[in-house]
C-alpha cells in the first residue's frame, strides 16, 4: 500500500501558524489516526483479506474525499479519521497474519521502531534545518517506479520480499524528511489536516514495511 500525499504550493488552508504550533497540530492529528487504526486494526483482527481490501477500496474514497474537502478543515478531519479506521480494518488480517506466524511481539517491535524512528528523523530536520524538498520529483518518480515493481512482483516474483520492504522503507524514510520540512518551512499553504495525512501515510508505509522485514527475520 505504497501511496503518499504531497500537498501543492496553491492549496488554501488555515492561516499560517507559528511553526512550533504548526508542528504539535499536525502531530496530535496523526498521532490519534495512528491511535484509531490501531484499534480497529486490534478490534477487527478475524476479518477475511477480502473485507480487508474493501475497508482499503474505501479508505482510498475516503482520502480523495479528505483532499478534496480540505478547505472545510472539520470535514476534512471527520474524513481523514474515517480513512483511519478503514486503514485499520484493511491491514488487520497482515498484522495477524504476523502475529500468529511469528509473534505479536514484531508488531510491537515494529511499531515502536516506526514510533523512535519518525521522531529521531523529525528532530534531526528540526535540529539541522535539512531540507530535501528540491528531490521530491526525483523520490516521486522512485515511488511510482516501486510501486510498479510490487504489480509486476505479484506475477512474476523477480525481487525478495525483504529487499522490497527495504526499498519502501528507503523512500518512505526520505518522505519523512521532506514532509518535516515542509512542516517547519510552514506548511506550504497545506491545512494541518493535509500534513497530518502526509506523516500518517509516511508512518504507516515505514510500519508495514519494518513489519515484513522483521518478520522474515524472525522466519528464518
Do not use: K
Not at 1 to 25: F, I, N
Amino acid at each position: 500500500m505504497q501511496y503518499q500525499y504531497q500537498p501543492s504550493q496553491q492549496q488554501l488552508g488555515a492561516p499560517a501558524a507559528a511553526t512550533h504550533s504548526l508542528l504539535a497540530q499536525v502531530l496530535g492529528i496523526s498521532a490519534l489516526g495512528f491511535c484509531i487504526t490501531a484499534f480497529a486494526s486490534w478490534m477487527f483482527s478475524g476479518v477475511s483479506s477480502g473485507v480487508g481490501l474493501i475497508a482499503m477500496l474505501v479508505g482510498f474514497g475516503l482520502l480523495f474525499g479528505c483532499m478534496a474537502a480540505r478547505r472545510n478543515e472539520a470535514l476534512s478531519l471527520v474524513l481523514f479519521y474515517a480513512f483511519t479506521f478503514c486503514e485499520g480494518l484493511g491491514i488487520a488480517p497482515v498484522v495477524s497474519q504476523y502475529a500468529q506466524s511469528v509473534g505479536s511481539g514484531v508488531v510491537a517491535d515494529a511499531a515502536v521502531t516506526t514510533g523512535l524512528g519518525m521522531f529521531a528523523l523529525g528532530a534531526i530536520v528540526y535540529a539541522t534545518g535539512l531540507d530535501l524538498r528540491r528531490f521530491q520529483g526525483y523520490l516521486t518518480m522512485a515511488l511510482m517506479g516501486v510501486i510498479v515493481l510490487g504489480v509486476v512482483s505479484m506475477f512474476v516474483r523477480f525481487i525478495h520480499p525483504q529487499l522490497y520492504a527495504y526499498l519502501v522503507l528507503a523512500i518512505f524514510t526520505a518522505y519523512v524528511l521532506i514532509d518535516f520540512a515542509r512542516i517547519r518551512a510552514g506548511g506550504g499553504g497545506a491545512t494541518p489536516v493535509m500534513l497530518a495525512v502526509s506523516i500518517y501515510l509516511d508512518a504507516l508505509n515505514i510500519f508495514l514495511a519494518l513489519l515484513q522485514i522483521l518478520g522474515g527475520r524472525r522466519r528464518s
